[in-house]
Structures are given as structure tokens and as C-alpha cells.
């Protein structure tokens, strides 16, 4: 509770960069804090657990408390950056290097929303539903438009080691280079494995993937 | 003897227009889909469960034989016409703001004498076998608000004190996925796949979506109420589920509901 | 029992326009449920529709009719104050008749 009034008056002192700022940036908080730690118990109360899906879900990261916290508003440059590093640094490679598998496989998890509801088979793998907001192959019509299209990523960005190594960081981690995106964080909350996430990693750098035809 | 027949064949009509969001993608999708909807609005079955609910609203209900006549859904006992429009709102008799479904819960068990068990048994329906008299009666309470504008009481304490706590739900983020509602409702033409996201942070964009609900889903062949719109996007959010009637779900509904204040109620619609 | 239909027979012209509405469950016997075992076929299969008596429609329906199916149609003639009447028979022989005024 404590920390999340000063979190919020960092973000306004960075954003302002004058003493002043302390004072107005503070001085609204308790208020709008209080609405927001009201919200929180009151969702507490109102759910319940269901299979897989238990109230630990309403728990909230430090990340997806900021985020929540300054929605609807802009985010000030100072609480992005802090954001991005943090995440940056949750990202874990594969202990063999390889960072790219097979992107037949990528294209079955990207078309798959299956996972993690609490209508879903826990035992079943999960997919990602990349589909669901980005275009990727040029064969699937039906794509959603909450991200950028996808398509020709590799072809357009080279097919490099550093390209390579940005689609794994992005798909494990999507908020290391882009605070508070609309996009899940598939390896920080083990969404995916880590052959999943090579698998889809390949359909976006591979040249032989549908993407990059 | 000339006669000329029209059916809503789903299975024919449900390929059509598949092929035909194929065929045509980009803009013309949400006409395809206006068009399909066209259609079928002058036979929506929500007129189905209008007419049980009117029904179930005069009969003496539970242990008590009292009917809906007397539950008081804000405008006085067994007044329909308008009363939709007005909900969620402040019930000084139950202490609590309610939107409809809570309180014809409240009138079942305080006035009917049902259990609560009992009120609650079918929230959402299933078919023949498994009927909800709570779809039935919120049908036709709401469709005696056509054509009425929404008026939430934002002004009392207790219904801005919800809105205040819904709108901190609607951007709140959590889960194994990281959504809010935001996250799929806070940009203008967007969409999950091939179905169009309202913008519900934007007035039209809350007027459009709730004004039209409950709505009579064609995928499902039932009729739904707001609570069930609530309870599935928070499924499809990953978060546990929305207890029926709990205060959260009526914060977000007096959040929404207020949101579309002015708006003429339009339900109970049609949808996909 | 199955529930009433909803009918609505408006005088056009000098044609008679009806509108009805069925509660039915419509199950094509091809899906299955939860447990994947096959749901039984259960679906409208006669559709017989008078006018003052006189029959003016006989349909023979199938399971790709949709859930709770919707009709529309028009027949010659009409005046407001006739009678229209409607009845279904289901492949259970279960079946239900309303009637409605022409307005």
C-alpha cells in the first residue's frame, strides 16, 4: 500500500521534474488511491476460483499495477523506462543458445487460443493465439488488428542474429521494449514453453515460413 | 394460392455468411455482418423469452404466492416501462446499488420467499432442459425500455461511488494474459480476429454495446443478460469467475451503464 | 409443453403477411455434448398453417432449421379479423397450435 503512493509520486516527480510537482502529484494521490484499493477488495470479494483459474489471477505485478494505474492516461517517459528495464531483466534464454525451432509448429500455436481460461483442459498444451491481433501468413484471413501486422517480419528485418534474438525477448516478454502493451508476456508467465517459444520465434525469422513469402 | 416463405435456416445462412467474410475481408466485414443481423432482426427469438418473462411477471411466484407486481424496480411496485433505463441505481429497502438481475433476485427471496439457492439456480440458461427465468424476466422488463434514454443516476452517492469503482475495473490488469477490459475495448476499430471490438471507453462506443443488451445470441440459440456479457469477457480475460450479482459486476455494469446515459435503449438485440 | 409461438399476420395490400416465432431446441443429432456423446435429433418436422380453415402453407422441415426458427410469409387475400392458425409436429409427435387475428 505504502509503496504504491510512492511509486505514484516518483512517476510525477520524474515526469514534471520540479519540486513543486511533489506537492500536486501527492496531494491527489490518497484519493485516487483509495478508489483503486477499494476496487481491489471489492474484486477480491466478487469472484470465485474456478479450476485452473484461481483468485491468486486478481494478484497483481508490480508491472500490471503501474499499468493499471496510469491507464486511460499517458504514461510518463521516466515510469516506461523503468518499466522496460524490470521486465528486460526477466528474460531467460535457453540454455543451448538455440533460439529458433520449427515454424510449422509456430503457425499451430499461433492459431491456438487454448489456455488458461477456466473452460480450457490445463492438461492440454497452451497456444498463443498470435492470430487473434496480428496478421502473419497471408493464408489466414481471419487475424485481429490489436497489434501491428506480422507479416514478411523476417524478410523485412533481415534474417540476423539480432532479429533473431528481439523475437524471442518480444514474445517472452513483450514489455522489455514496450511498457504497459496490450500484448501478454508468454515467457514471464510461462504461457509457453521454451520449445513453444522457438517454435514461433521460427515462424517469424525463419525464411521459409509462410510469413516471409 | 401463391405463397411465399422465408426461414432462418442457421446452418444455411451461418456457411453463407462464413463464405462471405472470406470472400470480402476489410471494411466490408461489418456490413456483411450488419446485413446478417438485418435479417434476422425482424424474427428475433428474444421475443421468445419477452413473452415468458411477461408472463412469469403477473403469476403469484414461491412459498409466498406473490407475484412481480409488487417488486419495486425503482419507479414504483410492478412498474416496467422505463425501469431499465434507469438501472443500475440505489435501493434504500436492500441497502445496495442493483442493476435488474440482482434485484429481481431480491424481490424472489424477500418478497416471493424463494431461497436464494432457488433464485440463483439457472442464472444463465441451457436449452429446454436447463431454462432460466432470470434471462426470461430481464428480457421483458428491458424491452419495455425501447426507445427510452438511458438515465443512470450518476449524481446519487452511492451509484458514482460504483461508476468511480467500475471504471478502476474496467483498466485494471491482471492475470496470466495481463488484460483489462482495456485491452480489448480501449482502441477504435480494432479486432480479435474477425469480430470488431467496441471502443467502450469512448461515450458512443459504451452506448452502442450496452443499449442493445440483453441480446439473443444466434451462436448459442439463448438469450443473455449483461451479467453473462461480464462474466464471459472475464472468462476470455483469464481472470476467476465473476460471481453473479456480486458488487464488482454491478460496478462495472453502473460504470458501462452510465457510460451510455442519454443513448435510447435499443434491446433486446440480435447478435452473432 | 413446448411454448407458444409468437405471431404476428398483418394485412398488406391484398395479401396476408405472417410473422411467427417458434420456441424449439432444433437439434440436427450430429452434435455432441460436453461429454462427446451424440445429442438425439429433436426438430420441427410439419409445419401446417389455415387460414379461415383452409390450408395455406404445409412445410416439411429438417434438422438445418435453425434453434428457435424463425417464418415469414405471405399469402393471397386476407381480411383483418380472420383467423390464422399454426401448428408444428416435432419428430417426438410432440406439437403445438396457436392462432392468431389478422391486424
Not at chain 1, 510461462?190 to 515462424?203: F, G, M, N, P
Not at chain 3, 409443453?1 to 391484398?14: Q, W
Request: charged content about 25%; aromatic content about 8%; overall charge positive.
Amino acid at each position: 500500500m505504502r509503496t504504491r503512493i510512492v511509486g505514484h509520486c516518483i512517476g510525477g516527480i520524474a515526469a514534471i521534474g520540479i519540486a513543486a510537482s511533489i506537492v500536486y502529484g501527492c496531494a491527489s494521490a490518497p484519493a485516487e488511491n483509495d478508489v483503486s484499493e477499494r476496487a481491489e477488495a471489492m474484486m477480491k470479494s466478487s469472484f470465485k476460483a474456478h479450476g485452473q483459474a484461481t483468485l491468486a489471477r486478481l494478484d497483481q505485478d508490480e508491472t500490471q499495477r503501474v499499468c493499471s494505474e496510469y491507464a486511460g492516461r499517458a504514461l510518463p517517459p521516466a515510469v516506461a523506462e523503468r518499466i522496460e528495464k524490470a521486465n528486460l531483466e526477466t528474460i531467460r534464454y535457453p540454455a543451448d543458445g538455440n533460439l529458433v525451432g520449427d515454424w510449422k509448429s509456430g503457425e499451430k500455436i499461433a492459431q491456438s487460443g487454448q489456455g488458461f481460461q477456466y473452460s480450457d483442459d490445463p492438461k492440454k498444451a497452451a497456444g498463443a493465439n498470435c492470430y487473434a491481433c496480428h496478421q502473419l501468413s497471408p493464408k489466414e484471413l481471419s487475424y485481429g488488428t490489436i497489434g501491428p501486422s506480422l507479416y514478411r517480419f523476417g524478410k523485412t528485418r533481415g534474417y540476423t542474429d539480432e532479429t533473431r534474438r528481439y523475437a524471442w525477448q518480444k514474445i517472452y516478454n513483450a514489455e522489455a521494449f514496450a511498457a504497459c502493451s496490450n500484448m501478454p508476456r508468454f515467457g514471464y508467465h510461462h504461457i509457453l514453453t521454451e520449445q513453444q517459444i522457438r517454435d514461433v520465434v521460427a515462424l517469424l525469422v525463419d525464411p521459409a515460413s509462410p510469413v516471409n513469402q | 394460392m401463391r405463397t411465399m416463405i422465408r426461414l432462418a435456416v442457421a446452418a444455411g445462412a451461418a456457411a453463407a455468411f462464413a463464405a462471405s467474410i472470406g470472400a470480402a475481408l476489410g471494411e466490408s466485414t461489418a456490413d456483411e455482418i450488419a446485413k446478417y443481423r438485418e435479417a434476422l432482426q425482424d424474427g428475433n427469438p428474444a421475443e421468445l423469452w419477452e413473452a415468458r418473462g411477461e408472463q412469469m411477471w403477473k403469476v403469484p411466484r414461491g412459498p409466498n404466492k406473490v407475484s412481480f407486481e409488487r417488486c419495486d424496480l425503482g419507479l414504483g411496485p410492478g412498474v416496467v416501462k422505463g425501469a431499465y433505463a434507469q438501472l443500475p441505481r440505489y435501493f434504500p429497502d436492500a441497502k445496495r446499488v442493483m442493476d435488474l438481475e440482482t434485484r429481481l433476485v431480491w424481490c424472489m427471496v424477500q418478497q416471493q420467499g424463494m431461497s436464494e439457492a432457488d433464485a440463483l439456480k439457472n442464472t444463465f440458461g441451457n436449452g429446454s432442459a436447463k431454462r432460466s427465468d432470470l434471462e426470461a424476466l430481464a428480457a421483458y422488463v428491458a424491452s419495455q425500455s425501447q426507445g427510452i434514454r438511458m438515465n443512470v443516476a450518476l449524481d446519487e452517492p452511492h451509484v458514482h461511488d460504483m461508476y468511480r469503482l467500475g471504471e478502476k475495473m474496467f483498466y485494471y490488469r491482471g492475470g496470466t494474459h495481463d488484460f483489462a477490459c482495456a485491452t480489448c475495448h480501449g482502441d477504435d476499430g480494432k479486432r480479435i480476429r474477425l469480430q470488431d471490438l467496441p471502443n467502450l471507453t469512448k461515450v458512443e462506443g459504451a452506448q452502442k454495446a450496452y443499449t442493445t443488451w440483453p441480446a439473443y445470441r444466434v451462436s448459442q440459440g439463448e438469450l443473455r443478460t449483461f451479467q453473462w456479457r461480464l462474466n464471459d469477457c472475464f472468462r476470455q480475460q483469464r481472470f476467476p469467475e465473476l460471481a453473479f450479482g456480486s458488487d464488482a459486476s454491478i460496478a462495472l455494469t453502473a460504470y458501462l451503464a452510465g457510460r451510455a446515459n442519454g443513448a435510447a435503449y435499443a434491446g433486446p438485440a440480435i447478435k452473432r | 409443453m413446448a411454448d407458444p409461438m409468437k405471431i404476428r399476420a398483418n394485412l398488406v395490400g391484398d395479401s396476408t403477411e405472417v410473422k411467427v416465432l417458434m420456441s424449439h431446441e432444433m437439434e440436427t443429432g450430429q452434435r455432441k455434448d460436453a461429454q462427446g456423446k451424440t445429442i438425439p435429433a429433436w426438430f420441427i418436422q410439419k409445419v401446417n398453417v389455415t387460414h379461415n380453415d383452409k390450408v395455406v402453407l404445409a412445410a416439411q422441415w429438417g434438422p438445418a432449421v435453425s434453434k428457435n426458427p424463425f417464418v415469414s410469409f405471405t399469402f393471397k387475400g386476407g381480411a383483418r379479423g380472420d383467423k390464422v392458425k399454426i401448428t408444428w409436429v416435432d419428430n417426438h409427435d410432440d406439437s403445438r397450435t396457436d392462432e392468431a387475428t389478422v391486424a
